[in-house]
Structure formats: C-alpha cells, structure tokens
C-alpha cells in the first residue's frame, strides 16, 4: 500500500503539471494573429550590444501594489516579484516543475518522498547566496514558508499551500471578523513552531504534508513559497508582518535582478544581479520597466523611440497589420486567462441567482470582442480557460446570451423591466480600453434590461487594492492561471473562504467536491470531479464571463532571444527575461 502511494504520487507529479501563468491581472492587450513564438526576436547570427548597452526598457503598465510576494497576488506585482526571487522549483517552457534553488526533485528512488507521500526532503543547491553575497540555507526556506502563514500578514496565497501541516491553524490563528480570537504570542508562536517546515541542516528541508498531492511541487514553486531574509523583513524592531522592506536600498532577494529604483506611475529599475547563482545568468544589465497605464500613450511612446516592447492596444492592430514596417515587429503569445464581469456575492441584489443569470445572459459575447477588443479576443461563456483540464464549452449554456430570457429572469427576481433595481457600480482601470469595456457593459444593461449602472474609474493599484478588500460591487476582471490545472481555478477561488475569494462566495455543494478533490491521487477522477465543480459554477452564475485572449506585443528588432510563455506576466516574453539580449545595431 504505501509503495503504491509513493508511486501515485510521483506519477502524479511528473504529469499534472502545465503551463502556468498569472493571477487577477489587469486588461492586457492581445491579437487575433499568432505566429511563432519570438517571431522575429528569435532571428540568429546577430552580435551582441557591448555590456552598458544591455538595457531592455519595455512597457508593464500597471503598478504594483507589493513587492513583497508573501504579500501578493496581482501579475504586476508578481511579474517584478519572479525576477527579485527564486524558489525550490520553477517551470519550464511546459509547465513541468525542475529544481531551482532545489538540487534537485524529489523522488522515492532518491529519498525525497516519503513511502506515504506525505513528507518530502528537499536539499538545496551548493552555495546559495543573497543579492547581498550572503548565504541563503535551508532555514532562510524555514522562515520564510512560515512567514507566508503569519495569521497577521494575511498572504491572499497562503491558502493554496494549507495541504502543509499546521499551516492552516497557524494562519487562522486570530479567527474571523465575526468571530475573533486573541491568542498569547506564546500561543502564536507555539503554532509557527508547528507548521510543518523544518531545516534539518543549512542544505536539507523537510516539508511534511496533510496528504499525498500530484501539484505540489509546483505549488512550492509559487511566488507565497519564496525566500525572503529575516534579518530584512524584520530590520528595526519590525515584525514578520511588516511589507515596508521591499522597497529600493532594502529588497535584498536571490534572483536574476536587484531592485534599484521604484517611482510609482513612471518606472521601475532592476539590474543584474552579480550574486545570482543560478543558471543562465542574466544577459541584460538594466531592465527599465515603465509603467504607463495609458495603452495607447505607450504605443505613442514605442513609435517614438522610447520603448523597446510594448503591449499592442486593441484599437491599434489594425494599425500594425497595415503598417509593414511595423507589422514586422509584432510577435504574440499564449495567455489562459478569463476576463468578464464579476460579482460581489454579499451585495443585494446580486445575491440572487437570476439577476446574476440575468445580468450574465443579456452581454452579448460577440459584439464585445468585435466592438471593444476589435476582434482580438475569443467569446466564452466559460470560467475555465480553452484547454484547461476539465474545460467542456458544453458545460457553459446555462449564461448564454438570451435578452428575452434575461428580462423574464430579472422580472423574476421582482425587477420587471428593471423598475426598482438599485444602481450598482462597475469598477475598471481607468484607461481607454477599461473605459471602452465600462461604456459596453452599461449601454448593454440599460438597453436591455433597463439596468442603470455608474462606471468608477480608477488607476491600477487603487483597483487592486479595492479588489483585493472586497469594496466592489460589479468588477471587470478574471484570472490568468499560476499554473495549468482546474484546481488553480476553483478551490482558492470559490472555496468558501478561500484565499482568493475576493468574490464572497459561498456554496456547500461546490465545497463538498472540492474536498473530494483536493487529494484525489486518480488524475481522471480528480479532473472529471473539477469538470461537476464547473458547470456547478456556470449554473450559479458566478459571473458573466466574456472573452479569451492571447497576447499582442511590438518589440524592436534589437532585442534578442524573446521567447512568449503561457507564464508570461507584466509583458510577452517576461517569464524568460534572463535569457533576452540587446543585439548591436
């Protein structure tokens, strides 16, 4: 019994694995043309730019709300986040897990999964150092994973890792706002103690689970699982919780870029780090990221000059496709991401099923990707992404666009041609693409149902940060998946109290298949359980979901070795940016 738990799970994580992305990002930019990965970035036989030319400055857009990746769950934060920090594991251009920091992955054969899959021994490369050249060891592992669960931090990905013993008990050490709990810190300090993460020697981690799980390796690889320096965080008297310290002249990290320079809405300087330890080493020696919000004054600043990649507005491709000088320069790339209209459960009356029904079926999906994103985008009615495990467009009738069947609904719901409906408000970035998607949504609501919404416009981080506290009532967002399976999707997201279930949502028979499925070893039982939990989802109306997308970028013929992953965040070809070189001109 055991060797064939062992089995199961080793099996499990070699092959539940994907490609991976990014969380709750904002309004990206994509295209309905897809070439070859790198397009032209990938041309060969150039000569490299002299060192002090290895700068790359391209365009992110939104402004991070942390750096601090216990702290964070937006793609802007985490873009910038990956490139501060390196984990036990990371992906490669398959979503496969291989080691990082991590010598190596665990296996049975090698001592590194237990006989009941229940504990995993991890041992760390040799000589690991910070960005300041100082040792990085097994207990920086220790501290860190535990502080991601500091009940007082309240990291919105802790969750997702709550399969690692005592973490959970840890995390919700001070109760709820309804119920509130005022343990001792000798109470608090006891349950850190018994989180289930041990430094058994500067080069050894012990890491003891609940239960065997095929995605945990990459779960660990996560941004919520990397190193940070104790002797940083808590610099003057500051506690575990304290988020201050990632912040230029404190940040100190262990990945391929230290961060130089932060000035919110302009830019953000990192440069290569000359401890980095890991391979390959970082080819550029500045990555200049801007942040302007405006798509189309950064594609103004692309033509200008300014820029060396920028994001290709909707508005703006067909600009591209007629210029040849500029059609040359568009690459694209993979994103599975979701984006649509979603709800805040505890506001009346979007507590009720059929004005949800309503409000979801009365969008019409194809005049959406046609009018606001000028056909660069796909329609869904799914929550899903194309080709997620589980993913069934079958599945997805129930929010299909049917205005007729939406005004019986919300005449139903006691709102007859929306007489006495309250006006709700829909939250976007405030920038013509968010004001293009707000104005579609409002004319679509009023011409059909009679509904009066206010759009409130505003910037990027205050966006998250409304979000990420649940002060919102209609929101135009989604998700882009961390990693390519429907348990990112599902759990933390409308679990009952989920880490990321900014939503409110709450659903005893969603909650009973997530436990079914959590620790399913049979890979087509568990996904087959994520398929019921789906179209469970859709039923309800979880949202009004309405477009696919993929990435659309420019990038000047100069930049080198740009490779478009599923993993991309912040910008096409991020996920791979220490292999990007500057080519002399």
Request: charged letters at 25%; a neutral charge; proline letters at 7%.
């Amino acid at each position: 019994m055991w060797r064939t738990w062992a089995h199961r799970l080793l099996v499990a994580l070699l092959s539940w694995t994907a490609v991976a992305a990014l969380a709750c990002g904002g309004e990206k930019q994509e295209a309905r043309r897809t070439v070859a990965p790198g397009g032209t970035a990938q041309a060969a036989g150039y000569t490299p730019a002299p060192r002090d030319q290895q700068r790359f400055v391209v365009n992110m857009g939104a402004t991070p709300d942390f750096l601090d990746p216990h702290k964070s769950q937006f793609e802007q934060d985490i873009a910038i986040e990956r490139l501060l920090f390196r984990g036990l594991f990371y992906t490669d251009e398959k979503g496969n897990p291989i080691p990082a920091v991590a010598a190596e992955l665990p296996t049975q054969q090698n001592g590194g999964i237990s006989a009941d899959g229940k504990t995993l021994t991890i041992k760390l490369k040799d000589n690991q150092k910070w960005s300041d050249g100082s040792p990085l060891t097994a207990k920086d592992f220790e501290y860190s994973i535990k502080r991601a669960f500091h009940p007082k931090l309240a990291s919105p990905y802790a969750s997702f890792l709550f399969n690692i013993k005592g973490s959970a008990e840890y995390y919700n050490a001070l109760g709820s706002e309804k119920s509130p709990k005022n343990p001792s810190q000798e109470e608090l300090n006891r349950l850190r103690d018994n989180v289930g993460v041990k430094a058994l020697d500067d080069r050894t981690l012990q890491i003891q689970l609940q239960e065997p799980q095929g995605t945990i390796l990459v779960l660990l690889g996560l941004w919520v699982m990397y190193p940070v320096k104790q002797s940083v965080v808590e610099a003057g008297g500051a506690g575990p919780e304290n988020t201050k310290w990632a912040a230029p002249g404190k940040l100190v990290g262990n990945g391929p870029f230290v961060l130089k320079e932060f000035r919110e809405k302009d830019r953000i300087i990192l440069e290569a780090n000359a401890n980095y330890t890991l391979e390959p080493k970082p080819k550029l020696q500045t990555l200049d990221v801007r942040l302007i919000e405006d798509e189309e004054s950064a594609f103004a600043s692309f033509q200008t000059g300014e820029l060396d990649e920028v994001a290709v507005p909707p508005s703006k491709v067909s600009v591209v496709e007629s210029d040849p000088n500029l059609k040359k320069l568009n690459i694209t790339g993979p994103v599975p991401r979701t984006g649509g209209i979603e709800f805040n459960f505890s506001v009346k009356p979007l507590d009720n099923r059929n004005v949800r029904l309503a409000i979801a079926k009365v969008i019409d999906r194809e005049a959406f990707v046609r009018v606001v994103l000028p056909g660069v985008g796909q329609p869904t009615q799914c929550w899903l992404a194309p080709g997620t495990p589980g993913y069934d467009p079958n599945d997805c009738t129930a929010i299909a666009y049917d205005p007729a069947e939406a005004k019986r609904l919300l005449a139903q719901a006691g709102y007859p041609n929306g007489q006495g409906f309250p006006e709700l408000s829909l939250l976007v970035v405030n920038s013509p693409l968010g004001k293009n998607i707000g104005e579609f949504v409002q004319k679509q609501l009023k011409d059909n149902l009679n509904i009066t919404i206010k759009l409130e416009l505003v910037d990027s981080k205050t966006r998250s940060s409304r979000y990420s506290n649940s002060q919102f009532e209609l929101f135009y967002g989604g998700w882009q998946e961390d990693y390519h399976d429907p348990e990112n999707w599902i759990p933390e997201l409308w679990g009952t109290g989920g880490g990321n279930n900014q939503y409110k949502y709450s659903n005893p028979q969603l909650d009973a298949l997530i436990k079914q499925a959590k620790f399913e070893l049979n890979n087509e039982k568990r996904i087959a359980l994520y398929k019921q939990m789906h179209k469970l989802l859709i039923d309800d109306a979880n949202g009004a979901w309405l477009d696919t997308r993929i990435r659309n970028a420019l990038l000047k013929s100069k930049v080198k070795n740009v490779t478009p992953n599923g993993q991309d965040a912040g910008w096409l070809g991020q996920f791979n940016v220490e292999r990007v070189e500057i080519a002399k001109e």
